[in-house]
């Protein structure tokens, strides 16, 4: 990209996120409903709970359990991906496995599993991965899947081994989609610990919305909710310059 | 197998010449869902020496290269390659592919490089054998470019300094000029000729153009209309020491064109 198509890109991102707020703060002021704070006043406590340490302890509870869900699901629903484009017979077995549960609706399965797995650490991971694992294994098994076959022939004529043809071939050429699946999947995971705190353990961010609503505190519960959408927003962003520097140099703008 | 050579093809007087560098042999190939492709192309490609396959389109062209590269099965039929049949690809055998497959992810540096990358061959030594081959390709100033960054000539070229940087005996080229304008294919004519004098390859070079196959080819090879069998091997033999534009105005040359036309028309009326 040169200066000046990146220059407008980046000054419509600024004016679209200007104009959201701006809406914000016009429903807040109206107000549409009394539990809809002005953007101004949530930022207030947005800032008030940065300052306070309140956002900090909060997301070091939820974070571990996304952290260790995510790459969890990462990990084996990738290898899992690998598979099931490889092999037509896993392919056969897991496919539809993941096409149901991708379908189902995850998060009304969520407090069954405090039968299992109690109200801890255990079952906020579950939770995660329950809600993760369908797209990051279905999105990896498509951007396997669809290699294309014109640089699997070339590898071949020029000699590659499995080993090779899986680095070198197969998982860039999946790799956008797989990171795809992996932004979407973390989107999810988060979403699944944030209904784990809601419904069965009240910690972490999820008890920040919880404990703000019962006290009608709603500049404080909508701040908590733009946190989550904030932190969301910044880490896929990073995990895509991530991709892009494994996988795609090509991609990247210059 | 070892059949009795009683026919009077191509075959039979190569069999005075030393051993050929490929000798296909009875190729037939039916791809899945019943499409029969090649139906016992036979032909030696000698050693040292510029074979061209020409055809009409979607007679099979591409799937004889690839069952000589390795990359396909035959139905029937086989390959043999200095004597030893063909089992799957080798290092002996460089393809040049018709829609070039490159890593649209790779620099053209690493693509060039990366036969030898997966030969295992060391990053800064493949690195300037690579180099030396993008000089020769005239693609000098864009080692750094990614794939989709190059005009499609420009792309086939990496695709020929991949195939040539491995170094391989054999080159089996499946319409390395197609998508380079005349002038530039002229070139590039010349370059493959220089550049195969100077190396000693044996060369199958698929082509759509008549001219170009007289104009290089010691030997042409003339499929049929699918499903492909060997209608002609013609020798154009055409003394190449004068100029180009010289050449290509001597009797020899338009003779041969001239036949090749009268053989391909065959197959194009009907
Ligand atoms: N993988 C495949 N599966 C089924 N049929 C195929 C396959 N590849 C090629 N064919 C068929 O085999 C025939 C020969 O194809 P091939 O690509 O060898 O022709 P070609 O002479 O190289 O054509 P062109 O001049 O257009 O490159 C065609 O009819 C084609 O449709
Ligand atoms: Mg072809």
């Not at chain 1, 294309?148 to 680095?167: G, T, Y």
């Not at chain 1, 699946?181 to 008890?207: H, K, N, S, Y």
Request: with cysteine; glycine share 8%.
């Amino acid at each position: 990209m040169s200066a000046r198509p990146r220059l407008l890109s980046w000054t419509l991102r600024i004016a679209s996120i200007v104009f959201v707020f701006a809406l914000w703060e016009w429903a807040g002021r109206i107000p549409v409903s009394i539990a809809f704070p002005t953007f101004t006043a949530a930022m207030s406590a947005f800032r008030e709970m940065i300052l306070d340490g309140t956002f900090a302890s909060a997301y070091a509870e939820t974070i571990g359990p996304l952290l260790v869900g995510v790459l969890l699901t990462a990990l084996g629903g990738m290898l899992a991906g690998l598979v099931m484009g490889l092999s037509p017979k896993a392919e056969w077995l897991g496919l539809p496995l993941f096409i149901v549960l991708q379908a189902s609706p995850s998060a009304a399965i969520i407090p069954l599993i405090t039968f299992i797995y109690g109200i801890g650490f255990a079952a906020k991971v579950f939770a995660v991965v329950l809600l993760s694992a369908p797209v990051i294994v279905l999105n990896s098994y498509r951007g396997i899947h669809n290699t294309p076959r014109s640089l699997l022939e070339m590898s071949e004529a020029f000699l590659a081994n499995r080993r090779q043809r899986i680095w070198k071939i197969v998982l860039p050429a999946a790799s956008g989609l797989i990171f795809a699946g992996l932004r979407l999947g973390i989107a999810q995971g988060f979403t699944g610990a944030v209904l784990a705190e809601l419904i069965i353990t009240p910690t972490g961010v999820g008890d920040l919305i919880t404990f703000y609503r019962s006290g009608a505190d709603y500049d404080y519960m909508f701040a908590s909710i733009f946190s989550i959408v904030l932190f969301a927003s910044v880490s896929l962003s990073l995990l895509q310059k991530l991709e892009q520097r494994i996988f795609r140099p090509e991609m990247r703008p210059t | 197998m070892n059949h009795p050579h009683t026919d009077t093809g191509p075959r039979s007087t190569a069999e005075l010449a030393p051993e050929p560098a490929v000798r296909v042999q009875d190729l037939t190939k039916e791809y899945p869902g019943g499409i029969q492709a090649l139906d016992k192309v036979t032909f030696d490609m000698p050693k040292g020496e510029l074979t061209s396959i020409i055809g009409p389109s979607g007679c099979g062209k591409t799937t004889t290269l690839k069952i000589i590269a390795g990359l396909i099965e035959p139905s029937a039929g086989e390959v043999m390659v200095y004597g030893k049949a063909v089992r799957g690809p080798g290092p002996e055998r460089a393809f040049v592919f018709q829609e070039f497959a490159l890593l649209p992810w790779a620099t053209v540096l690493r693509n060039v490089a990366f036969g030898l990358e997966l030969r295992g061959v060391g990053k800064k030594e493949r690195e300037d054998m690579a180099r030396e081959y993008i000089v020769k390709m005239n693609l000098a100033g864009f080692e750094d470019a990614y794939p989709h960054q190059l005009s499609g000539g420009m792309r086939q070229r990496v695709g020929l300094a991949r195939a040539m940087a491995v170094d391989a005996d054999i080159l089996l080229m499946d319409e390395p000029f197609a998508s380079v304008d005349e002038q530039i294919r002229r070139k590039f004519q010349e370059d493959l000729l220089h550049l195969l004098s100077v190396e000693k390859k044996s060369v199958v070079f698929v082509t759509h153009s008549i001219e170009e196959a007289v104009y290089v080819s010691d030997q042409i090879v003339i499929l049929t209309r699918g499903p492909a069998h060997v209608s002609k091997v013609v020798r154009p033999g055409i003394d190449r020491s004068g100029d180009s534009q010289e050449i290509r105005r001597s009797p020899g040359y338009l003779d041969s064109v001239e036949n090749i036309w009268d053989e391909l028309r065959e197959y194009l009326e009907e």
